[in-house]
């Protein structure tokens, strides 16, 4: 059994800047970590990744250029460093390991 526990969200001006973490439990991170977002009213949409083998990062088309993920395999961690946020970045936040979900984190961005 994994457990992922996702932390940093909170409510930052537009042009600001948080760094989500994304912990695991249970066993060490093998697979590719996904964060998706959720707004109210919409779908839950794919945000970034970072697969496990080589590192290599892809992102969705709207937050390419202000979003980074990066993993930290002595901590089993998973990050997102978000820059420039905008207030369409409002969502939830969740990370996604396999077929694990976290609980998600609360972004909010105030114009």
């Known amino acids: 059994q994994v457990q992922l526990v996702e932390s940093g969200g909170g409510l930052v001006q537009a042009g600001g800047s948080l760094r989500l973490s994304c912990a695991a439990s249970?066993?060490?991170?093998?697979?590719?970590t996904i964060w998706y977002r959720q707004a109210p009213g919409k779908v839950r949409e794919f945000v970034a990744t970072?697969?496990?083998?080589?590192?290599?990062?892809y992102y969705a088309d709207s937050v390419k250029g202000r979003f980074t993920i990066s993993r930290d395999n002595g901590n089993n961690t998973v990050y997102l460093q978000m820059d420039n946020l905008k207030p369409e970045d409002t969502a939830i936040y969740y990370c996604?390991?396999?077929?694990?979900w976290g609980q998600g984190t609360q972004v909010t961005v105030s114009s």
């Open positions: 996604n390991l396999d077929q694990f």
């Open positions: 249970g066993r060490a991170i093998t697979g590719n």
């Open positions: 970072i697969t496990w083998s080589r590192g290599q990062t």
